[in-house]
């Protein structure tokens, strides 16, 4: 009977059993589902704290690269940062550069602002080991601070950025290029001071004597140990310190070589290949167009205006050279003393202004149309006939002073505008002489603290330059060609025998591509763009017995080809010979109060601090 009843109440125990085992499976269930909550809620909150870094950190980027950009635009970041009791919140935004600035990227947001840090811009010079090392650079130091916002603003990361935005002068260098490269000389040449390129970098040597670089070289693409337009290397020595000896590099070669990292190792960073690259000018901010940096800051603007058949316009003066205003309108009482052999007497048909077409420029197979200024005579008349004034800021209208250090010194533009100013051959051209010294002889007439001449033409200086007395002095021109006192517009190539001539100027100019190609495509072609030891473009037998000499002082810019005068590099007769090329780096370019009138610069940003606040609310 006991086993009977046992038997009836087995599915009761069975029931019960389940029941149990449910229960304890659903208390494993919502013990599953709890733990995936609340994992899924990690990874969502780890996620979110992610992405709202992400955030944060393109918020940093953007707004430091707007600081870099502003001074690659040459203004200075301005306004006013919000007061760091609770930024960007109500009213309290900023203003200006330094303003709250929010960015939406994708589902989260960055909100940012910039500080000032107090005391700049900080004059230094780049300390040893660090890239463009010993040149002197303004640096101005600021704090961005960037918060990673969610899809409810709340906030996922705060980050900080305290960097260096530093200015370097190009005209530091006793060569910079914004394109491939090449030093190849005949004779021995000394480079003392920096090199860099944003390029290739071709070494190679025709001579004996050898190449010697004194100065950090920087490159921001490959180097070569070898020539461009073939491939061949010859063994004469090219010599790099590093920094206490020169050290060669490979001394034996008999093909380009391709230079490696391990094979510059002990030049203890003073050859540097792969370089950041760095952001200059481009060729068209020097055109003579309102709104273009250096036509706007020019404190005087010479025009020769031609009619469509390439003849002077007589209406505003003889010549038809003119004074323009910032606006590109002519100056009619500036213009009209200017022309008044009276008031500005010169050289140049009693004038000290001009133009002619007498000379022939082989390289181009042409006569160029030429505006011609005699320098002394012209900085006499600025003088006497009150011809420059300030055009914006608080002294517009007043007299400006040939002593005026508004961009560090007087910038004068000086241009051809015609039919073919456009063209990649215009025909154009601006002839400076009686520039031996920058310095006006009228009475009274205060020195002047440097001059920069710019043109988006050819320049021609006639004699020595800034040979006496030296002023910082540049030209930022489309092509630089140098001819001495002796020349005779006209003459036959068996009379083109010119004198020792003195330049003492930073120089940016265009030079020819080799291969017409930058870079590994241009290579091997055999078309050679001369070099460097060719940059000025000579038109005289210099050199014919006895050799004459060109002694040179200054930095050698280049940012592009020619883009108006693109006659292609030619050797001999009647073209030119080669002189004795005595020429060096400036090295009073060392202390930035000796860099010529508005030098141009790059700028690049050194990281200084990285932080992240983990204490959010």
């Keep these: 009977m006991r086993n009977h009843a046992a038997l009836k109440q087995a599915p009761g125990f069975a029931l019960i059993a389940v029941l149990m085992t449910m229960s304890v499976l659903l208390a494993l269930l919502s013990a599953y589902s709890l733990i995936t909550r609340l994992e899924l809620a990690t990874h969502k909150s780890a996620a979110d704290s992610l992405n709202g870094f992400y955030a944060a950190e393109a918020g940093l980027n953007l707004r430091a690269d707007d600081v870099r950009q502003t001074f690659v635009g040459y203004n200075r970041p301005s306004g006013t940062s919000p007061d760091e009791d609770d930024p960007c919140e109500g009213g309290n935004q900023g203003t200006g550069d330094f303003a709250c600035e929010s960015f939406d990227l994708g589902k989260h947001r960055a909100l940012t602002y910039v500080i000032e840090e107090p005391g700049n811009p900080v004059i230094l010079t780049i300390p040893p080991g660090e890239r463009y090392q010993n040149l002197n650079a303004q640096e101005y130091r600021y704090t961005v ?240 006939q009150n011809l420059m004034v300030y055009e914006d800021g608080a002294f517009t209208g007043t007299v400006k002073p040939l002593n005026d250090t508004t961009e560090g010194g007087l910038v004068f533009y000086a241009t051809v505008k015609g039919p073919n100013s456009a063209t990649t051959n215009s025909g154009y051209g601006v002839r400076v002489r009686n520039a031996g010294t920058l310095a006006a002889t009228a009475s009274g007439a205060p020195a002047i603290k440097g001059l920069t001449i710019i043109s988006d033409q050819g320049l021609y200086t006639w004699g020595n330059y800034n040979s006496s007395s030296k002023k910082p002095a540049a030209f930022l021109v489309d092509s630089y060609n140098l001819l001495s006192s002796a020349f005779v517009d006209g003459a036959a190539w068996a009379s083109r025998v010119p004198v020792n001539t003195t330049v003492n100027a930073a120089i940016l100019a265009g030079t020819d591509i080799t291969g017409g190609t930058e870079g590994a495509g241009g290579q091997d072609d055999g078309s050679y763009n001369g070099g460097l030891e060719n940059y000025p473009r000579f038109h005289e037998d210099w050199s014919k017995s006895p050799q004459k000499t060109v002694t040179y002082a200054g930095s050698f810019v280049s940012l592009s080809a020619p883009r108006h005068v693109t006659g292609a590099w030619l050797y001999g007769s009647p073209q030119y010979t080669a002189p004795v090329r005595a020429w060096s780096y400036d090295t009073s370019f060392n202390n930035a109060e000796n860099l010529p009138p508005i030098t141009p610069r790059f700028v690049y940003l050194r990281q200084q601090l990285f932080l992240r606040d983990y204490e959010q609310e």
Aim: aromatic share 6%; proline share 6%; charged share 20%.
């Design 145 to 384: 601070t960037s918060q990673g916002l969610g899809t409810a603003d709340q906030i996922e990361a705060i980050l900080e950025l305290r960097f260096k935005s530093r200015l370097v002068p190009m005209f530091q260098f006793a060569v910079f290029y914004d394109k491939d490269l090449e030093i190849l000389p005949g004779p021995a040449m000394t480079l003392n001071g920096p090199v860099h390129t944003n390029g290739d970098l071709y070494l190679n040597n025709e001579n004996a004597s050898g190449l010697s670089i004194n100065g950090q070289v920087t490159t921001a693409k490959n180097l070569y140990r070898g020539r461009k337009n073939q491939n061949v290397c010859n063994s004469n020595p090219v010599k790099i310190k590093d920094p206490l000896n020169y050290r060669t590099l490979f001394g034996t070669c008999s093909n380009r070589i391709l230079v490696e990292e391990d094979d510059i190792t002990s030049w203890n960073g003073m050859i540097q290949m792969q370089v950041p690259e760095v952001t200059v000018p481009e060729p068209e901010e020097f055109d003579p167009i309102p709104g273009k940096t250096y036509w706007d800051k020019s404190d005087l603007r010479l025009v020769l205006n031609l009619d469509n058949a390439g003849n002077p316009v007589t209406t505003a003066a003889a010549t038809g050279v003119e004074v323009r205003t910032m606006n590109d309108s002519v100056n009619s009482s500036a213009t009209q003393k200017l022309n008044d052999p009276a008031l500005c007497p010169g050289a140049i048909a009693t004038r000290s202004v001009g133009t002619t077409t007498s000379f022939y420029n082989n390289r181009e197979a042409r006569n160029i149309r030429m505006l011609e200024i005699d320098m002394q005579a012209l900085l006499d008349c600025i003088h006497t």
